[in-house]
Structures are given as structure tokens and as C-alpha cells.
T-cell receptor, first 116, second 113 residues
């Protein structure tokens, strides 16, 4: 139980285009989903927290107009990287919680984004 | 702000060796502490946790004790196996209703037969 999937697992896009990454909780209802970004040899950095049906809360320094997060249902959240640039290339990881607590987060396998 | 520092890898050990991965933290209040493990191609999984000082978290032969006096949460295992090869992340969740996780940089562990 408590499986979280991400799609796609990797994507390559051209600079200036937009990319959507999906995060799904497969066997539980996720009231809260978290989006992280991980650079090589660095820790996971929380980008934003989203609760189903409400606007995401972004961490300081994260551009909300660039990283659009939608959490329209209890099993799906999406992250759209708009007008992507090479510096947006990274590993994006989502996690989901049925209780809205950090202590109960279940993580997806991540999506590798490369912007050329 | 909160931060987690863990030993840099990669770490390579022979099967049945003793493992220690150091983790220290900086946080206000009384954080909860975690170790996550990421096997190749999979998402992070919670390995163990401790929510207050002197608590010992344990799972799959791994242990870590919440040491407030040294602000540490070192991961140990007495006899590692090849299947323990993975990346290990130390993390904390802040106090006072702050539910965010702050991660260390991860330590890649490789066990050779």
C-alpha cells in the first residue's frame, strides 16, 4: 500500500516550452502533496505544498508563475514548468500524505527533466 | 533555519561489515528525525524515525538514536547485506506545527559481496 507514481519518469524538452509532470497516489487519498527538486549531489529542496482543492503554498524563492501546481483531486497533483530554461533541468520528486503530515509522506520515484 | 548535515559518500563496504552513517542537525524546538532510503529506480521510503530525545528508531536491522545533547541521529547496522545498497537520507520535521521535511544531501552506500 501507499504507492505514489510519477509520469513521465524522464522528459526532454526545448527551451521555452512547457512541461507537465503528474503525481498520483494509487491506493490512498492524498489530502496533501509536496513537490521537491533535487540537484545532483544535493538534498531534496521543498518547492511547494498543495492541499486538495486549494492553492499551493510555495517556498521562499520558488516562482509560482513558473512552477504551476494543481491539486484538483485527492489522487492527482500536477506540476507544470512553464517556459522552461536549461537551469530548470533537475530531478523533480513528489510525495503524498493522507494526513497532511510530514511524518506520513510517501514519495514518488521522481521525474528527470532536461531542458535543451 | 533548520538544516541537516550527513556524511558524504559514496560509502563502500564489504558484506557483513558494520555500518555507520553520521547525521547531525540544527533546528529550533523539538524536531522529529527520520532516515529515508532510496533503492535504485524507486521513491524514497521511510526507514525509521524518532520523535523525541533518546528515542531509538529501528527497522530491518538498522538503528538510530535521537541524541539531543549532540544533535545527532546516526544510522547504524551491525552486518550489512548487498541488498542494503541504496542512497540514505537523513531528514527532520520541524516543531511548532511545521510539517516540512528538511533533508540532508544523501549518502550512497554500496555493499560488495
Amino acid at each position: 500500500g501507499a504507492v505514489v507514481s510519477q509520469h513521465p519518469s524522464w522528459v526532454i524538452c526545448k527551451s521555452g516550452t512547457s512541461v507537465k509532470i503528474e503525481c498520483r497516489s494509487l491506493d490512498f487519498q492524498a489530502t496533501t502533496m509536496f513537490w521537491y527538486r533535487q540537484f545532483p549531489k544535493q538534498s531534496l529542496m521543498l518547492m511547494a505544498t498543495s492541499n486538495e482543492g486549494s492553492k499551493a503554498t510555495y517556498e521562499q524563492g520558488v516562482e509560482k508563475d513558473k512552477f504551476l501546481i494543481n491539486h484538483a483531486s485527492l489522487t492527482l497533483s500536477t506540476l507544470t514548468v512553464t517556459s522552461a530554461h536549461p537551469e530548470d533541468s533537475s530531478f523533480y520528486i513528489c510525495s503524498a500524505s493522507s494526513k497532511g503530515q510530514a511524518i506520513e509522506q510517501y514519495f514518488g520515484p521522481g521525474t528527470r527533466l532536461t531542458v535543451t | 533555519g533548520d538544516s541537516v548535515t550527513q556524511m558524504e559518500g559514496p560509502v563502500t563496504l564489504s558484506e557483513e561489515a558494520f555500518l555507520t552513517i553520521n547525521c547531525t542537525y540544527t533546528a529550533t524546538g523539538y524536531p522529529s528525525l527520520f532516515w529515508y532510503v532510496q533503492y535504485p529506480g524507486e521513491g524514497l521510503q521511510l526507514l525509521l524515525k524518532a520523535t523525541k530525545a533518546d528515542d531509538k528508531g529501528s527497522n530491518k536491522g538498522f538503528e538510530a538514536t535521537y541524541r539531543k545533547e549532540t544533535t545527532s541521529f546516526h544510522l547504524e547496522k551491525g552486518s550489512v547485506q548487498v541488498s542494503d545498497s541504496a542512497v540514505y537520507f537523513c531528514a527532520l520535521s520541524g516543531d511548532f506545527g511545521n510539517e516540512k521535511l528538511t533533508f540532508g544531501t544523501g549518502t550512497r552506500l554500496t555493499i560488495i559481496p
